[in-house]
């Protein structure tokens, strides 16, 4: 099979041939359709990750048909549309008892701890706990939109920072995932605001149901100008980005009571920021982590798709080639990239 692999941290990716996967006894062979491009896949090729071993084939947001199936799966067969939760896991740990596999103590995340989705084919284990069956309305584009950033913003706004109607949101970060929030916070009734330092991001931000949006650069006060929209301060804040600036932003950002919810990933240099720790005491805030979503839940959110309620395809900015992967994925670097990319080409 073709596969876009990278020999060496931040180098060019090859596009070249590789062995075919073969299926797991209790996993399946997906035949990539569709999979989108994600910072976290770029900060896996900056080196940023201790699990990725050289060479390497990214990739996680994937979707696809299944072509093999191994002898202990029992709940799906080759022919089967697919997709699956980046962060795979093992059924059989205390995490995944209590229904959150997507904090396996033995997690697999293709893409990272085993080759991913780059390629043609991709092997994923633990299906029957993990894969998620496509309903025939979902192309394979948006659901490979779904991939990492549009259901950790789910969680992050549906579960970890229960969002009802009427109230205020703060996103800090208009790209993949504070796009995704937005959407979604606006589904559910609130009242959004996207903070971006580009004016085209907040532009997408406010077609996809921002009410207010702030450029970051541009005003001289960020905290003060969202407690005035606010009346006081957000309800819930998300650092969509993932930056010590923002992260502190989104904080400060909330009235008392408030939740902040931590999605954009922070690593390397960046892991341990500085927190305003005694604001958080003082009005009693709370601070929530979201990482990803477990295939179990899925249900609410691809029902919500089916009514038209959430659209992840206006997400999808542009579709490339696989041989175009590693141009995109360096454009990362400099923050260009605007909404969803999703590799569909893979001969």
């Not at 799966?73 to 997507?102: I, K, M, Y």
């Not at 994923?124 to 496509?134: G, Q």
């Not at 003060?224 to 998300?238: D, K, R």
Request: charged residues 15%; negative net charge.
């Amino acid at each position: 099979m073709k596969a876009a692999v990278y020999q060496a941290f931040a180098q060019p990716l090859i596009i070249r041939d590789v062995p075919d996967p073969i299926a797991p006894a209790d996993g399946v062979v997906i035949k990539v359709e569709a999979t989108g491009i994600c910072r976290s896949d770029w900060h896996g090729w900056m080196g940023h990750d201790p699990d990725i071993h050289l060479p390497h084939v990214p990739g996680h947001e994937l979707a696809g048909i299944i072509a093999e199936v191994g002898q202990d799966v029992w709940r799906w067969h080759p022919g089967d549309r697919v997709t699956v939760p980046f962060a795979v896991g093992c059924g059989s740990c205390p995490q995944c008892l209590s229904g959150n596999q997507h904090i396996c103590d033995n997690y697999f995340q293709p893409g990272f701890t085993a080759w991913g989705s780059f390629a043609q084919y991709v092997a994923i284990p633990y299906a029957d706990a993990n894969l998620v069956r496509l309903p025939d309305e979902i192309g394979f584009i948006e659901a490979a939109s779904l991939g990492c950033r549009f259901i950790t913003s789910f969680r992050a706004v549906v579960t970890q920072g229960r969002v009802s109607a009427g109230e205020w949101v703060a996103v800090h970060g208009c790209g993949g995932v504070g796009l995704s929030a937005i959407m979604i916070a606006r589904a559910m009734g609130a009242n959004v605001i996207g903070i971006d330092l580009k004016d085209d991001a907040l532009a997408l931000a406010q077609s996809l149901g921002a009410i207010h949006v702030i450029n970051g650069r541009r005003e001289n006060n960020l905290i003060e100008a969202i407690h005035n929209l606010t009346g006081g301060g957000a309800h819930v804040s998300l650092d969509a980005l993932g930056s010590p600036t923002t992260c502190r932003n989104s904080i400060l950002s909330l009235r008392k009571r408030g939740r902040h919810v931590q999605v954009g990933l922070m690593l390397a240099d960046e892991q341990n920021p500085p927190l305003p720790m005694a604001q958080v005491i003082a009005k009693e805030l709370e601070l929530r982590g979201s990482h990803g979503m477990p295939a179990h839940a899925y249900g609410p959110m691809l029902d919500m798709i089916k009514a038209g309620t959430l659209s992840p395809q206006k997400l999808v900015n542009k579709t490339i080639t696989l041989a175009e992967a590693s141009t995109e994925l360096s454009a990362m670097s400099e923050f260009r990239n605007l909404g969803v990319t999703v590799i569909n080409q893979f001969d």
